[in-house]
């Protein structure tokens, strides 16, 4: 389904996820990093020091043994035959927010992401928050700096390529914070083949290598599944009319629940979600 | 299916209708209104001065012959022998916005109310705005004064009964414009037998008595289908809890599509909407 061949696992968070209370899901993290170092990569940031030492804090003191700061800021720098070496020795990648498309303009192509696939497929952890999450998708959503009516498929979001980790998959973050779910179902409508994930703040998905996401954090994950969809008006000639598209499947994802990703079912998985029927 | 057995129509708007451009909504308010007096009434309005002005204005603009003022401020004013009266030889009335809350409690169980109903089962014409549109299902989504958690099923709003013109249907106003679609699938997952309806700011849909509605206007018609729902946590002891549902379905309309209300199925109608296949 076009997703690498990767035995690791990447979690994807919706931004803002607590630093201070319960830690829900930088515990998860550090949990699925295992022994090795973890690397807090920073390229999306305009502020990559005040993030690193966020992070950094956080996660030592959750007790990760070495925590590492992937501080690359240009292309330049991604492109230097050392910048590889930054992952030796890790266990598991963490990528901070800001802007996706920094992520993918300084990696994309580089023997710098080409290390990243290698740690992945050698059951690495790749997690990030926010803009850190955008980027893992095969396509990416992208905000232009105006903002245009949310109806206009050409103003709302334009969509590029992403990092590739998550196969099929159009991510997107701060997700009822930030009203999106009209740009994912305009995603969605362009191409229904693909699956929209629209994740709340302090929340994350786990995606394991069995194609398979469990749900964890404070809000919820929306799934929208275009699959089904018997009409959609998105064409080039269309791009500036009100969207127009039926029978898309939406399912509203807490904690506890699990979403397969081949048969695109959702299931509960926990006791903590079950409250009136099993949902398969 | 609850629906009152009117043989009139109803337009629900999603507020901030154009009164400057091609005025497309209120002319069609106005082409279905016939030829008897057009009342406006003003019940939800802390300005209903201000808001008789403005669509008077636009009414006699549309060459209207007589625009009548409802300009009821309290439950007593409704109870008063003589407001029906103000009602006789009116072929359509139009509700503007503000608070819905305001239009039920001060119409709902009185003799205006009956009468109200009366020029609707005679074939009249009910429009309304905003407020004035959510206050025509049977059952009525209302925000609280407090902002909530967005998946909060208590904070996020509460459900009231509303006038009932529209039997079955929740309908929602200012729709991508504030973010609805959670509450909407809030409201569906408490009831997956509703059906939701969320009208885009300028944008709205014309009831017809056959049980199916059109949409005009330059934005979208959300439906929020639960009735094919597997699973929701939604019960009074999960009322703190993140919403999860699954099996939602979702349909966005633009102008110049159906949506059968007994059937459940939308379609196009004019070629102005078909651009890639039938919905059908």
Redesign the interface.
Known sequence: MGAPAGSGRVILIGGREDKHGELVILREVVRLAGAGTLVVATLASEEPECQWRRYSKAFAGLGVPEVRHLAITSREQALDRQAARRLDGATAVFFTGGDQLQIVAKLGGTALLARLRELFSDGGLVAGTSAGASAMGETMLVSPGVRGH??SVENAFYMTKGLGLVGDLIVDQHF??R?R??RL?GAV?ENPGVLGIGI?EDTAVIVHPERCFDVIG???VYVVDGSGV??????Q??SL?????????????????RYDLSTRR?S?YTAE????????
């Open positions: 949310p109806h009822a914070q009203a779910i009209h179902l409508g709340d404070s809000g919820a018997t009409h959609t008006n998105v064409s000639r269309a009319s009100t969207l127009c598209v039926f029978d898309v499947k939406v399912h509203v994802l807490n904690a506890g629940t959702p509960v979600a079950a409250e009136v029927t099993p949902g398969t």
